[in-house]
């Protein structure tokens, strides 16, 4: 007995020999399992094998069914770059040994692609050491993968995740993190999920599912609510339940990230839906989305299309309409995601894997922008020149945009017109005579074409009365501008002028012209034909050596866009000097002006309401005509715009006499 058993110890021992192998593909990259010069010493590995990748070579591809002892991915060797082993479309890898890991001390990627599988026998770790060796403080931060990226992986024991022991000489906590990605197809773990501490590691479940023998629900809520174990990289929903002895771990994808507009309600229109698409299957592939869209749930049409449109796709233009008076509408929409790939190549519709996600049903209303109503310039009024007017607007507006008011002139028969602001509901207005007209440096003689002369400066224009007529009688010149045009009316035409002293000149033998020229025939503004209204000119006195006014009152029946002022003179071929050339306006008893309220909202209709506006010459006269009395009119003491005998009365008994009683009228002389 004693014998067959030292027998049993010597073959166990010889079975248990095992032979590290270590991987050595230069190149090409990817390099296969199956070539035997790809491994140090050459040869590929045995079923007792121990495999190790430690430098930095080749991914190494497994593309068909290999039975080895342990392997060990990332197992010392240089820093700075990851040890990949990828098992694709039908490879399988089977490993033996008292454990496997992907990441022992050096980052490291295990990667199984659909159609692939991997099985160990034993534990396996992902992420176990740091770098450091004997010494933590040298480690350096490295991260290590398990990718289930389709097919199968099952460990024959324990999941472990993260550093092997919380003692001894490898103590560095987060320098190294475990990754296990669960994208697609199945990881089961026929032991537990053993950790020391996370530290930022986790198992990201996605489109894949993971069985966990016995029940792991008790330890499955902390770990989500510590985000070690997440869904779709923590945006989905994970759910674990205990059944038939195992604990099966699945994700929810998320809907479509940020969706707008969602349960708001925006402006009837055409605008974009947009949303941030969810992960795909692989990360770094593309997602392709279809739109559906409508006012019904139960018919809603497709606004994106795959194909041609949808790839990556992550918003949709809309138009949408607000026919219901009384009340908002309600559209809807989701977004389909295809995680898998281009619909048009991937089968969406078999029974089983790949799917779409369908998407949740976003709701949003829709409100009518429409133009605003009860729009209201105020009620008509009555001021006088220079007396500011408050203003005030009123409107009734749905809210759901921005309005803008204006405020403009519609017509104001020659006067001038001036808003505090013409932007706000409540402005003040202050209408006035026409403003100053500037008038430019263009000259004209009876001689000559119009020709610009230079800027004379502070003296003025100068005019040289010096191109004779034609029987050599009378000299003359004259300057014009063109202004805005106004209409018929009664205008004053002033500017000033200045004659040098010494310059002999007798004014009876000069005079100074001003008009309102119809410059649709500039031949001759002597020539009265061409003046609209008065007569064009009038002699001025002889001041001599100082600035002097003259003006001269024009009316006309026509409108006019042109003014001009001359100099001439008899015999003398003498200079003349003008300056602030003005037009003003005498406004008839009373003007009328018209103001236009206008209220835009968005890009409807605007709407408008006139206020009218009637301008006296002076308080008093507006008094006469519209309720109160004016303030301050000279000597009218009684306030009733006449000054006359009875505003003598008034001063007296006002000031004279502490106490007073009128029995009756005054009389008043002639009446």
């Known amino acids: 007995m004693q014998k067959i058993i030292v027998m049993l110890f010597v073959l166990t021992a010889v079975a248990g020999t095992v032979n590290a192998v270590v991987w050595n593909a230069a190149g090409p990259d990817p390099a296969n399992w199956g070539i035997a010069a790809n491994w140090d010493p050459v040869g590929v590995p045995g079923s007792t094998d121990k495999v190790q990748f430690t430098n930095d070579m080749a991914e190494c591809i497994v593309d068909s069914d290999v039975v080895t002892g342990q392997v060990v991915v990332g197992d010392n060797g240089g820093t700075g770059f990851t040890r990949e082993l990828t098992i694709v479309d039908g490879g399988s890898l089977v490993t033996g040994g008292s454990w496997t890991t992907s990441g022992y001390n050096r980052s490291a990627n295990i990667t199984v692609e659909e159609g692939g599988s991997f099985e160990t026998t034993t534990r396996f770790g992902v992420a176990w050491f740091d770098n450091g060796g004997s010494n933590p403080a040298n480690s350096t931060p490295q991260t290590s993968y398990l990718n289930v990226n389709g097919g199968d992986v099952l460990i024959g024991g324990h999941l472990q995740i993260g550093r092997d022991a919380p003692t001894g000489n490898n103590t560095a906590i987060g320098l190294h993190t475990a990754i296990v990605n669960v994208n697609s197809g199945r990881l089961e773990v026929t032991g537990t999920i053993q950790y020391v501490t ?5 198992i990201d479940i996605r489109y894949g599912t993971m069985i ?3 029940d792991y629900t008790g330890n499955f809520d902390t770990l989500v609510a510590s ?22 771990i699945t994700a929810t994808p998320p809907n479509p990230l940020d969706p707008s507009p969602v349960n708001e309600t925006v402006i009837a229109g055409t605008f974009d839906l947009s949303w941030t698409n969810i992960e795909p299957n692989l990360p770094g ?5 279809d739109v559906w869209f409508g006012r019904d749930p139960e018919a809603l049409v497709l606004v994106v299309t795959i194909p041609p449109t949808g790839e990556n796709t992550t918003a949709a233009e809309v138009t949408t309409v607000d026919d219901n008076e009384s009340g908002d509408v309600t559209y809807y929409w989701k977004v389909n995601s295809y995680t898998f790939g281009n ?23 829709v409100t009518g922008d429409r133009s605003p109503e009860n729009v209201n310039a105020g009620v008509d009024m009555i001021t006088w020149i220079g007396q500011p007017v408050d203003l005030t607007g009123t409107y009734d507006d749905d809210g759901t945009s921005a309005v803008d008011v204006t405020w403009s002139v519609a017509s104001a028969t020659g006067a001038d017109v001036e808003f505090s602001a013409t932007n706000i509901v409540d402005p003040t207005v202050t209408i006035g005579e026409l403003d100053d007209i500037s008038i430019d440096n263009t000259v004209w003689n009876w001689v000559s ?3 610009a002369v230079g800027d004379p400066g502070t003296a003025g224009i100068e005019l040289s009365a010096d191109t004779p007529w034609p029987d050599d009688e009378y000299e003359a010149d004259g300057i014009y501008t063109s202004i805005a ?13 200045f004659v040098p002293v010494g310059g002999g000149v007798a004014f009876q033998d000069w005079w100074l012209e001003a008009g309102l020229y119809d410059v649709t025939n500039p031949v001759d503004p002597w020539d009265g034909s061409e003046i609209i209204g008065g007569e064009p000119w009038a002699y001025a006195a002889d001041t001599a050596g100082t600035w002097q006014t003259f003006e001269f009152e024009f009316t006309t029946s026509v409108p006019t866009d042109t003014v001009w002022v001359g100099a001439g003179s008899y015999t003398q071929g003498y200079d003349v000097f003008v300056k602030n050339v003005e037009v003003l306006s005498l ?12 209220v835009q909202d968005g890009a409807n209709p605007a709407v408008s309401d006139d206020l009218i506006v009637t301008v006296y010459a002076d308080a008093c006269e507006a008094a006469r005509v519209g309720d109160g009395r004016a303030a301050n009119y000279p000597g009218d003491f009684n306030s009733d715009c006449i000054v006359d005998f009875t505003d003598l009365v008034e001063e007296i008994v006002v000031k004279w006499l502490d106490d007073y009683t009128l029995t009756e009228s005054i009389p008043v002389p002639g009446q």
Do not use: C, H, M, Q
């Open 227 to 248: 985000g070690y174990i997440t869904g779709f990289g923590g945006l989905g929903t994970v759910e674990a339940v205990f059944a038939n002895g195992v604990t099966t």
């Open 343 to 365: 619909p048009g190549e991937v089968d969406y519709n078999s029974d089983g894997e790949p799917n779409y996600v369908e998407g949740t049903l976003f709701t949003f209303d």
């Open 212 to 214: 966990v023998n016995g």
């Open 485 to 497: 045009e106004i209409p018929a009316g009664t205008y004053t035409v002033k500017y000033d002028y």
């Open 587 to 598: 406004l008839p008893d009373p003007a009328i002006v018209t103001l236009t309220f206008t």
């Open 285 to 289: 592939t593309s997602v392709w989305v």
């Open 449 to 451: 074409d119009l020709t």
């Open 198 to 202: 996370w530290e930022g590691s986790r």
